[in-house]
């Protein structure tokens, strides 16, 4: 069983950034894709970013050249590092892990075994 817990969010202003983090328990950490989810009111969860156990990133296009995914595998934890903050970047983020089955990250939210409880993330304009 793997638990997930996220931290980070908050309220910024539009341009501003926020660093969530994710810390995983267990000892597969370093054998899983981690994703970064979010939902919006009223809206499907979507992938916003995603590594792999080889490193290897996917980013949704809206978000690509403002955020950026990483992983320490000493400390069990993923980051999302966003920059340049819009209003519709404003969501809960969740964040996702499963045993990673190839070098590319995957990117359904339906292939992601364990979820955490979710950080809201708000910008304001």
């Known amino acids: 069983q793997v638990q997930l817990v996220e931290s980070g969010g908050g309220l910024v202003q539009t341009g501003g950034s926020l660093r969530l983090s994710c810390a995983a328990s267990?000892?597969?950490?370093?054998?899983?894709?981690m994703g970064w989810f979010r939902q919006a009111p009223g809206k499907e969860r979507e992938l916003v970013a995603a590594?792999?156990?080889?490193?290897?990133?996917y980013y949704r296009d809206s978000v690509k050249g403002r955020f950026t995914i990483s992983r320490d595998n000493a400390k069990n934890t993923v980051y999302l590092q966003m920059n340049s903050l819009k209003p519709e970047d404003t969501a809960v983020y969740y964040c996702?892990?499963?045993?990673?089955?190839?070098?590319?990250?995957?990117?359904?939210?339906?292939?992601?075994?364990?979820w955490g409880q979710g950080t809201q993330v708000t910008v304001s304009s």
């Open positions: 267990g000892r597969t950490f370093s054998r899983a894709d």
């Open positions: 996702a892990a499963t045993q990673s089955t190839a070098y590319n990250p995957q990117v359904r939210a339906t292939d992601y075994d364990y």
């Open positions: 590594i792999s156990s080889g490193y290897s990133t």
